[in-house]
């Protein structure tokens, strides 16, 4: 694994900086000049060193790239990150947080973190958390590159939540006859008081759905500092932007409220296809995204796996959907021509990585392209890569994974 | 009920990982930013509340599009730019993170 210290890091800012003068000064010897920016690979609190896209507000991929989805549960500590603004508390005191269930209730319920865990029943769920603008650098396939961090398919993981059902919350506060929606928020704030908060709705009848949590734990610990301690919302089956970290308050509401980060960001085009003519900006009616669309990603091998002809490969990976179920995986290993099933491990809830495995024997020296195609049981496939429709956000990328090898 | 408040008092026993009593200590990232063209404009603002991360990791971008993205920090993010520093950093964004061209890509 590559390791960046400070000083490659400051190497590389020099690299980049060269580059302004070609044009200008051609260097004796060409220098290489990274298409592509690559952040450096740093330790943050409680991670093992990640890729630090931004760290502030922290954006954080594992560093194993692939390789992590070999597994049907991420670690804590290489479990990726996405806050969107920059003041987040650096320390949370148990003994004062509260998180408030407020609004359109009969009884306004106040409760510590120990309250949670002591006085309603602890539920256990296992699912994907994804961004919504996961794997989006792959939308330049099929048009030009879309706005926003041009992630690969580093922004999601597969963790075992543990917490209390928010319908058990809003039972227990008493929701009243007027309530529509519901509005959560966070610690995080922003750097002005202009700007606005990171403000998320859902409608309440689906609020009331048994399989979302306000989750004290992951993976059996406490939340990481940097994926929401002490408490986040989990919505199985949903993408992750209304997942609320270091969530603090939930408010009963008995009409929607426009807010930037529903009504802007995070949306799709609202139209049957939620896509556009690839190229178009912004200028469609917009809706929030909201299920997860079904998936496969290939965790080995990756491109620069070496594979000695004879070898015994077992490509493997992972697939999931909106909680339907994944009902079957396809590997191609001819670019598309010919497909044949992997072999799924049992399934572990209906919401969280199901690992594939597929054993290749290596046979023939050249250059070889591995795909990966899942169906869910309500037939819902993964377009092909030249067939995805494209949207000016980059959200909700689902296409055919592939890998290009080379045998050797 | 029992039962439950054992597994509670288990489970607090063994998932003190997060609980620290002192703040966490965040990396600063000091992440590459081209000098000249007013680089200190684009400093000034767009590092008020996100990192230069946010810029190096979109890849070269069209003058249309930095042009909207600058529009938006000032339209919905509230960004205190005024019209002028707006074009200096749009400015330097296209010449040093992006390409000239009409296309809003």
Request: net charge neutral; glycine share 8%; with cysteine.
């Amino acid at each position: 694994m590559k390791h960046l210290n400070r000083r490659h890091f400051l190497g590389a800012g020099l690299l980049l900086g060269a580059s302004t003068l070609i044009g200008k000064e051609l260097p004796a010897k060409p220098i290489a000049i990274p298409q592509e920016y690559v952040p450096p690979i740093i330790a943050f609190p409680e991670k093992k060193p990640m890729v630090a896209i931004s760290d502030r507000p922290p954006l954080l991929k594992s560093a194993k790239g692939r390789e992590l989805f070999t597994q049907p549960i991420t670690p804590n500590d290489e479990f990726f990150v996405r806050w969107h603004l920059p003041d987040i508390p650096t320390f949370v005191d148990l003994s004062t947080f509260r998180l408030e269930v407020k609004g359109e209730v009969h009884t306004p319920l106040s409760l510590s973190v120990d309250d949670l865990k002591s006085k309603f029943e602890p539920t256990e769920i296992t699912a994907v958390l994804q961004c919504g603008g996961n794997s989006r650098k792959y939308y330049k396939n099929v048009g030009p590159a879309t706005h926003g961090v041009q992630w690969d398919h580093g922004a999601m993981g597969c963790a075992v939540w543990k917490g209390v059902r928010l319908k058990d919350l809003l039972e227990h506060a008493g929701v009243k006859e007027s309530a529509r929606w519901v509005g959560l928020n966070g610690l995080e704030k922003p750097a002005m008081e202009e700007t606005p908060d990171f403000f998320r709705e859902m409608a309440i009848a689906e609020a009331l759905e048994d399989q979302i949590l306000v989750a004290y734990s992951m993976n059996g610990e406490d939340l990481p500092y940097l994926n929401g301690f002490p408490l986040r919302l989990v919505i199985p089956g949903h993408f992750a932007d209304s997942w609320v970290k270091m969530l603090t308050e939930i408010t009963v509401l008995d009409r929607y409220q426009k807010s930037f980060f529903m009504d802007v960001a995070y949306t799709v085009p609202d139209n049957d296809c939620e896509c556009v003519v690839s190229g178009s900006d912004f200028e469609y009616k917009r809706k929030p995204i909201a299920s997860m669309k079904v998936k496969s990603v290939i965790g080995y091998p990756s491109s620069d796996t070496v594979i000695k002809k004879g070898s015994k490969v077992k490509v493997a990976g992972v697939a999931f959907d909106q909680g339907k179920g994944i009902k079957e995986v396809m590997i191609s290993l001819d670019g598309g021509k010919s497909w044949s099933a992997a072999k799924l491990a049992a399934e572990n809830g209906k919401y969280s990585f199901r690992m594939w495995t597929y054993e290749w024997d290596a046979k023939i020296k050249g250059d070889f392209s591995i795909m990966a195609r899942a169906i869910n049981r309500i037939g819902n496939i993964q377009p092909q890569v030249d067939e995805i429709g494209w949207n000016a956000g980059g959200y909700q990328y689902n296409a055919v994974d592939v890998v290009n090898v080379k045998i050797v | 009920m029992k039962k439950l408040f054992l597994t509670a008092l288990i489970l607090g026993a063994t998932t003190l990982f997060a609980q620290v009593d002192k703040p966490v200590e965040m990396p600063y990232v000091d992440y590459p930013m081209v000098k000249g063209d007013h680089d200190e404009v684009a400093q000034q603002y767009c590092l008020i509340c996100h990192s230069w991360g946010y810029i190096l990791n979109q890849g070269k971008k069209s003058r249309p599009y930095w042009k909207g993205t600058v529009q938006k920090m000032v339209n919905e993010f509230k960004a205190p730019i005024s019209k002028e520093d707006q074009q200096t950093i749009t400015n330097y964004l296209v010449k040093h993170y992006g390409y000239e061209t009409t296309s809003a890509h």
